[in-house]
């Protein structure tokens, strides 16, 4: 099985978003525990505990809910009807 240009484009698009949520709460979190554990203050764990785990959290939730990967096998199938169309 051959992956078109379009699917292509809508799974890096989709890759590209997932990354972009959960890899910035992870930097995020993981800059506030660098500077709680370097002693600027105690207090800096807050940020980190809300970015990581809730904006984290909600990110992931969000993500998989509104996941387009039901649409990328209509897409695929799409193609091949027109094909078969063409060949009768």
């Known amino acids: 099985m051959t992956v078109s240009t379009v699917e292509a484009a809508s799974a890096a698009k989709e890759l590209r978003r997932w990354v972009a949520w959960l890899g910035g709460s992870l930097l995020a979190a993981s800059f506030f525990t660098a500077l709680a554990l370097a002693g600027v203050s105690e207090w800096m764990i807050l940020p980190a505990i809300l970015a990581g785990p809730g904006v984290g959290g909600v990110a992931l939730v969000w993500l998989a809910i509104s ?21 009768a």
Do not use: K, R, Y
């Open 67 to 87: 996941s387009d990967t039901n649409a990328l096998a209509h897409v695929a199938a799409e193609p091949v009807a027109e094909e078969a169309a063409v060949a």
